[in-house]
């Protein structure tokens, strides 16, 4: 891994840990997704190798740092986050799909593995299952505002560092 994509991986990580605890102090953690945000500019900016270590490291630091969240539903997000970011980095960095299909389909990718893996091998791991018919219903209700948060910025992001000299002068070398 190049000097600057390691950086930038350790960045989003720590960006991942950060964001919830500003969210969730006034009160819009749960709402918005913030852990899910580097997770996804991870795999998109910096491939699926970063992506997927954003993902799995983020909710596993934070909830060894901060307490939150539990190991209940760490467990389960770090599977969601590092499909995202795995997801996320293959199909805009090698498929070269554009950002907004890209971002769709790793957000629909994870979702599907995170309600895959709660209903079948957390309850193997010893925790209760989440049922399949949440991420349908209450679930996707409760995610509302993180997906349009993530639709609108996410995009916006990516465009801003891929038009910054830094990022077209690293990507070249």
């Known amino acids: 891994m190049k000097t600057h994509k390691l950086i ?12 919830p605890m500003i969210f969730h102090s006034v009160g819009l953690g749960r709402a918005f997704l913030p852990m899910h945000l580097p997770a996804l500019l991870a795999g998109l900016l910096l491939g699926p190798g970063s992506g997927l270590i954003v993902g799995v490291l983020t909710p596993l630091l934070s909830t060894l740092f901060t307490g939150s969240p539990p190991p209940a539903i760490a467990v389960p997000m770090l599977v969601e986050l590092g499909a995202y970011g795995l997801a996320g980095g293959l199909l805009y960095q090698k498929r070269r799909l554009n950002v907004y299909l890209s971002l769709v389909l790793a957000i629909v990718c994870g979702r599907l593995v995170y309600g895959l893996f709660g209903a ?10 989440i049922p399949v018919f949440y991420l349908f219903t209450a679930g996707l209700l409760e995610a509302i505002p993180g997906l349009v948060l993530q639709l609108v910025v996410i995009p ?8 910054s000299p830094a990022f077209k002068k690293e990507e070249s070398a």
């Open 156 to 163: 916006l992001i990516v465009k801003l560092v891929e038009r």
């Open 120 to 129: 079948t091998l957390l309850p193997l791991l010893g925790f209760d299952p």
């Open 8 to 19: 930038s991986t350790a960045l989003l990580l720590a960006l991942g840990v950060l964001l």
